[in-house]
């Protein structure tokens, strides 16, 4: 399927917006090519015209609700801007996690706040686990390192 065909009638894009930086909306026709502008149903509800000069003007597509919050950003559908910024933001403030994945690399969101995720508890929890059985986090990571370089005999061999 060419990246044009996702433009129909009930898909899901994001849109530049001056206070939100992005806003998700849902197109309300199909995209043909030539077509000046779409037709679009922001989440608030209100209905724009987002003008549309060629294919590379159109917004980027949203991704299915399915993957809303998914641990590992390589999971997305579409790993563009907005994309990250919702992933990130939903697994923060909706599920409380301030880590998340972008395959091998661990991304974080500093909480300014004390957090109850490096007692004993948890690092008991993520020992001698897999870094894909368990939730993001540093001890995941740290896990995965040791477990790496006591497999090679070398903490160089790590990296």
Not at 23 to 39: E, T
Request: overall charge negative; some cysteine.
């Amino acid at each position: 399927m060419a990246t044009l065909e996702l433009y129909s009638k009930g898909a899901s894009v994001w849109v530049p917006d001056p206070d939100e930086v992005w806003v998700s909306a849902q197109l309300l026709q199909d995209y043909k090519p030539g077509v000046n502008q779409l037709l679009l149903q922001l989440s608030n509800g209100n209905e724009v015209h987002y003008p549309v000069g060629s294919p590379s003007d159109l917004p980027p597509l949203g991704n299915p609700d399915i993957l809303e919050g998914e641990n590992d950003l390589t999971a997305l559908s579409f790993l563009h801007e907005p994309a990250v910024l919702h992933n990130l933001r939903v697994r923060f403030l909706d599920y409380n996690n301030i880590y998340t994945y972008c395959g091998i690399v661990l991304v974080a969101i500093n909480p300014y706040d004390q957090l109850p995720i490096y007692g004993e508890e948890v690092i008991d929890a993520y020992s001698g686990q897999d870094m894909t059985d368990m939730e993001p986090h540093i001890f995941s990571v740290a896990e995965e390192a040791y477990r790496t370089m006591t497999r090679s005999g070398s903490l160089w061999e790590v990296y």
